[in-house]
């Protein structure tokens, strides 16, 4: 899919980038090679960033890359262009008389501080909230949660994982104890049998969609439980098609064929595990005849695939977006949890290597490792934990407010409701990539001070109050955290534009307009002191770093390795053991009806990212020009919709325009759908409807209809 391998392996040189020394004249700067780390999705590739002139030439990925390992996809790789886009904002913006107009740095800083504190005055310290960013560093994400804390007193500070993997963090801490997955990709790689859910990582994440299907044609068996045909559901020994909503019925359908067939590990079970028996109880309910009826899925293919899994010997889970993003998300992601802990196949104990969710974004880990969370401090101390609220008091000098903090949709409510006064924005565009983006939007309209760190004017920066621009990763200076727990270094390819600055600085230089200092006055010191604020990254500095390439928390001390496998002694919970869930198939929050017959599933496509503002500004564009919606050639007959025609997409929520594209990776009934152009309105049509636990959207279930034209 274009991800440019080719031009590496081209053997005549036919093929070629601009790499080191390649076209550059002597009268021009020698070209230099940066190693920083990737700034699109979770992965976490090593990139080497050839700059010649303070200008992009080539970015290769490098061949010694901890997880890469010499690969790239296409947005890595090529989508480099929006960093020298005349769309870049030259100037911080303050809104005077109703429009945005230009301003200096000075006067900028000056309104967000005074709106700041004219917040706290008028609601006191809780008027106020943020949203961090998953697209920003851990320390740049330390260092807003610790602003929030210490400068203005509320622990109302969230970020974008609350939209996608919220469920994961909740629901792998209360299997095993730690929010994040079991196991290094490396010993994933290694399994006999690959169950992925939820996920077409051949588009989404790309290198290790890569790495599973060379796994598959080595002989591993793979199952792939996803309502479409995409990606690794062509390699699949078995595939699993559930109708979206039913995660949890398939996942103790599987339990049951274990349970029922004797697949399990009893020593483990007796040993290292806990619920057990309730777990026994509820999944008597779940036969494979019952599971078939609920989801969707033939009862023959609930027991190939159970049998698959449960015989064996190194069986490996990855899931993503399509296990979260639902009404009962963390449901899914403790009843997938349970088929680990069944078979034994996590913490190190030979059988199986656990279970790993698939982070969409570059730092979406990290920005929840770094405390960037209303209800945890940096390393998942609860702020209701005296403990942990003394030990970040101790290094912070302030007295830390004990009530957990506002979550994004509750921001918004907040904020329509006029009791949130000030709301700073960074680096999300969220009126494109929050359901319901209608009403999203008339909160940042009721809010007094709506503050917006962007590259660009995005869809959000227009409702804004001042907009800040920023560096992009390629840069700043920092660490990202990956979706198998590695740390590893970003660095800086080349200078941001005169204008902008990075969010550490801004961070730091609000502080300061408000009389504060933050301390922490380089990244490689931030990350020191959330060390001393978080014992399991203790051990991980920027040197190290600089030295080793990559360190997987925890790692409590620089003397220790990093644990790439968890829980090899015990569990990190209360009793040291996992904990098995006896969760009940619950329906999802909406359901098709005569009026909206057909059902909505959102996810992204292989060349761009999230709403598309780096990956639109470049030659991306050009694989791939618009949102399209796929529907089966079934449907589109019925409704009178040929491929590559206008359609107009209504919900009970909004109205969308897209174009159709006739696809029978989809089962009749079911459309599919991107939000990467902004101005198709697609999260216009998702709702409301959340996981009960963490408040995720359920963008995985939305009832439609499609009408042919324009409305």
């Known amino acids: 899919m274009a991800c440019g391998g080719c031009v590496d392996t081209c053997p005549t040189g036919a093929i070629t980038h601009p790499g080191p020394g390649r076209g550059i004249t002597t009268a021009q700067p020698q070209p230099e090679q940066v190693r920083t780390t990737c700034g699109y999705c979770g992965v976490g590739c090593a990139l080497d960033v050839v700059v010649s002139g303070n200008q992009v030439s080539a970015v290769l990925p490098a061949l010694d890359g901890p997880v890469n390992q010499g690969h790239a996809c296409v947005k890595g790789r090529f989508s480099h262009g929006y960093l020298t886009s005349a769309e870049r904002l030259a100037h911080p913006l303050v809104r005077k ?13 000056a309104r967000v501080a005074d709106g700041l504190r004219g917040a706290v005055a008028m609601g006191g310290p809780d008027a106020v909230a943020a949203i961090s960013s998953a697209r920003a560093t851990n320390e740049e994400n330390y260092l807003v949660q610790k602003f929030l804390r210490t400068v203005v007193g509320t622990n109302n500070v969230d970020n974008c994982s609350r939209l996608c993997h919220a469920p994961s963090a909740a629901g792998l801490s209360a299997a095993f104890g730690r929010a994040g997955g079991t196991d290094s990709f490396d010993d994933v790689e290694k399994a006999d049998c690959l169950l992925v859910v939820g996920a077409n990582p051949v588009e989404a994440h790309p290198v290790v969609g890569a790495r599973l299907l060379q796994q598959a044609l080595r002989g591993a068996s793979l199952i792939v439980a996803d309502p479409r045909k995409v990606g690794l559901a062509h390699q699949a020994d078995v595939h699993l098609r559930p109708r979206p909503g039913t995660n949890v019925a398939l996942f103790n359908g599987l339990a049951h064929v274990l349970v029922a067939e004797g697949m399990t590990d009893p020593d483990f079970l007796r040993d290292r595990a806990a619920g057990l028996d309730e777990l026994v109880e509820l999944l008597a309910q779940y036969p494979p005849a019952r599971t078939a009826e609920l989801t969707g899925v033939p009862a023959e293919d609930v027991t190939a695939a159970a049998r698959l ?39 190190d104990t030979g059988r199986g290597h656990g279970v790993t969710p698939l982070r969409g974004q570059n730092n979406v880990q990290g920005a929840s490792d770094m405390g960037a969370l209303p209800d945890m401090l940096p390393g998942y101390g609860r702020i209701t934990d005296p403990d942990a609220r003394a030990r970040a008091e101790a290094v912070w000098g302030r007295t830390l407010p004990a009530r957990p903090g506002l979550r994004i949709p509750e921001m918004f409510d907040a904020a329509r409701r006029g009791s949130l006064r000030a709301l700073w924005i960074i680096g ?62 970003v660095r800086t390819a080349v200078r941001p534009p005169a204008a902008a600055r990075t969010d550490f600085h801004i961070t730091h230089a609000v502080a300061a307009a408000m009389g504060a200092d933050l301390g922490c006055p380089t990244p490689a010191e931030t990350l020191a002191e959330c060390g001393r604020v978080a014992p399991v990254f203790a051990g991980i500095s920027h040197e190290r770093l600089d030295r080793e390439g990559a360190v997987a928390w925890p790692c409590p001390a620089p003397d220790l390795p990093g644990e790439a496998t968890l829980y090899t002694d015990a569990f990190s919970t209360p009793d040291g053991r996992a904990q098995l869930s006896a969760a009940p198939y619950l329906p999802p929050g909406e359901t098709p009806d005569a009026a909206y017959p057909l059902l909505l599933v959102t996810g992204r496509r292989w060349a761009h990212y999230n709403s598309g503002s780096m990956t639109r500004r470049g030659g991306n564009l050009h694989l791939e020009a618009g949102d399209h919606i796929d529907l089966h050639p079934l449907d589109a ?25 006739l696809s029978e990776e989809l089962s009749p009934g079911q459309v599919f759908c991107a939000f990467h152009f902004p101005e198709s309105g697609v999260n216009a049509l998702t709702s409301d409807h959340a996981d009960t636990v963490t408040d995720c959207p359920e963008y995985k279930v939305t009832a439609v209809r499609l009408t042919p034209g324009a409305v």
């Open 97 to 109: 008389n109703g429009n945005l107009e230009p301003v200096g740095w000075e006067e900028a800083l």
């Open 309 to 347: 899994y449960g015989r064996a010997r190194r069986p490996a889970i990855l899931y993503g977006l399509g296990v979260t993003e639902h009404l009962h998300g963390t449901d899914g992601v403790r009843t997938l949890a349970n088929l680990a802990i069944l078979r034994g196949a996590v913490g």
């Open 428 to 489: 999300e565009d969220v009126c494109a990539t929050d359901p319901n983006s209608h009403q999203v939007a008339d909160a940042l309209d009721a809010c007094p001070l709506v503050v917006v760190n962007e590259l660009f004017l995005s869809e959000t920066a227009r409702h804004a109050d001042v907009v800040l621009p920023v560096a992009s990763w390629l840069e700043k200076d920092g660490t990202f955290v990956n979706f198998d727990r590695r740390f590893q270094r």
């Open 637 to 661: 007959t019925r409704l009178g919709v040929d491929d590559g025609t206008e359609v107009t997409v209504e919900s009970r929520h909004g109205t969308a325009r897209l174009v159709a594209r």
